[in-house]
């Protein structure tokens, strides 16, 4: 089965721009994640929908950050406009439920400049 | 507060060896406890799972054990290889209520390099 797809795999961007990352997650699974990676760190949660529907957005700077996933399945990631902390890779999870009991499957990310 | 623990510094072991990371964590209750593996510049690849009411679990090379009363998972590579070098990361997946959506936390990782 195809996996977990992202996509830029790289973005430099000037702080104060805007960017947007898109994630198609495995076909079928409900459950979508997106993740922050700062280097040396483990991933932290950002926002996990069901479906097309938000379960937990509370780690998400909402003033800044926005995501959405309209009808189920793809998802795109917005930060608008980027600080220079903003400097991540930014992750993309699914899973078939809404638990882990098969393990999450991962994108390879988009690595985020800002400079 | 709530903290999960991976040893920060590099663990560096001969080829052949066993390789052994430790994962402990502070005011969480687990449903399950993962491990994955992460290489430089991909996303972390899922390899083990271990439930709370589990005590070892195993997949070829690689065992977990999971200790509940000292908040512990040690992770196990048997007869390793430069192969496996790469950074571990141990994963809480909590439960956010009683039937409810899952949440999975990660430990900042412990980087493994196998030298031949």
């Known amino acids: 089965e195809a996996g977990v797809a992202q996509s830029p795999r790289y973005k430099i961007i000037e702080k104060r721009q805007s960017v947007a990352f898109w994630c198609n997650p495995i076909?079928?699974?409900?459950?979508l994640y997106w993740y922050q990676q700062i280097l040396g760190q483990g991933p932290k949660l950002l926002i996990q929908f069901q479906n097309n529907g938000v379960v937990d957005d509370s780690q998400l700077p909402k003033d800044r950050f926005s995501a959405e996933r309209l009808k189920g399945v793809d998802s795109t990631l917005k930060i608008q406009p980027a600080k220079l902390e903003d400097s991540a890779v930014y992750l993309c999870a699914s899973t078939p439920g809404m638990e882990g009991s098969y393990g999450y499957t991962f994108g390879s990310g988009t690595r985020l400049t800002v400079v | 507060s709530q903290k999960i623990e991976q040893n920060s510094e590099a663990l560096n072991i001969q080829e052949g060896k066993t390789a052994t990371l430790t994962c402990n964590y502070t005011n969480y209750s687990p449903a399950y406890l993962q491990w994955y593996r992460q290489d430089p510049g991909r996303g972390p690849v899922f390899l083990l799972l271990?439930?709370?009411?589990?005590k070892e679990k195993r997949k070829e090379r690689l065992k977990v054990t999971f200790d509940t009363t000292l908040k512990q998972s040690l992770f196990h590579i048997t007869a390793s290889q430069p192969a496996d070098s790469a950074t571990y990361l141990c994963a809480l997946d909590i439960e956010r209520f009683s039937g409810g959506y899952n949440k999975l936390i990660f430990g900042a990782g412990t980087r493994l390099a196998v030298h031949p």
């Open positions: 076909s079928g699974h409900a459950t």
């Open positions: 271990i439930r709370e009411n589990e």
